[in-house]
């Protein structure tokens, strides 16, 4: 069955490391999307993509990036991770099958923390 | 998308009584307004969704209704489950879903036994 993976699912790093958090999906979904999920605050936005070479800034921007070389795959790169990132990434996907049809289904997440 | 509100953030219901949840929207131009439950220690996986040109959707015990001209839309669930037990988001964009959604805070259901 296709699906949408994450890994690594917990990750303990140091303050001012880079940390890379990986997603793959096999739907061959067109838009990918990384969020951070923090207590009261639900789910942010944090880039996300809409095919190969595209990348685009969401809410919560700073600090991150994104690359995307292939359809399957949009990595999540903290460039020096800080305290402040400590959350649980997801990332999910999406193919627009109509002009108004676009769901996003969700990985099973990655726990970061930062220390 | 811009800004969203869910009410209650917990609810607590009998098993077999009904439970809302609501949403209140800021942006006139969101146009695909979608459900989410999630599980401890999984991600969020969508229950139902709903587009601006429908006012009701209903998929077995779990209904939304939308009402764009006061800018919110609810979550019915009926005869609730234990299993029911999660924590719900309501979600909005106006990309048709195309672009990244903005997410209300969550209510915690809880299906009393």
């Known amino acids: 069955d296709a699906e949408i993976t994450q890994s690594p699912r917990h990750k303990i790093t140091e303050t001012g490391r880079q940390v890379t958090l990986a997603c793959h999906q096999t739907?061959?979904?067109?838009?990918m999307f990384w969020y951070r999920q923090d207590l009261g605050h639900g789910l942010r936005l944090i880039h996300y993509s809409y095919g190969v070479q595209d990348t685009n800034k969401g809410e919560v921007s700073d600090g991150y990036s994104v690359s995307r070389s292939n359809t399957e795959d949009l990595p999540l790169t903290l460039e020096s991770a800080a305290s402040s990132q400590t959350s649980v990434y997801f990332c999910a996907s999406s193919e627009l099958l109509a002009l108004d049809s676009d769901t996003q289904y969700f990985g099973p997440g990655t726990r970061l923390t930062v220390l | 998308g811009e800004n969203v509100e869910q009410h209650p953030s917990t609810l607590s219901v009998q098993e077999g009584d009904s439970a809302v949840i609501k949403c209140t929207y800021s942006d006139s131009a969101s146009n695909y307004f979608p459900w989410y439950k999630q599980e401890l220690g999984k991600g969020p996986q969508l229950i139902i969704d709903?587009?601006?040109?429908?006012g009701e959707k209903k998929d077995q015990r779990i209904a939304v209704t939308l009402n764009k001209t006061a800018k919110h839309f609810s979550l019915h669930i009926t005869e609730t489950q234990p299993e029911d037990s999660a924590v719900y988001f309501c979600?909005?964009?106006?990309?048709?879903?195309?672009?990244?959604?903005?997410f209300g805070k969550g209510t915690h259901l809880i299906i009393q036994p």
């Open positions: 979600a909005e964009s106006s990309g048709g879903g195309a672009d990244g959604l903005t």
């Open positions: 709903i587009r601006s040109n429908v």
């Open positions: 739907w061959n979904h067109n838009n």
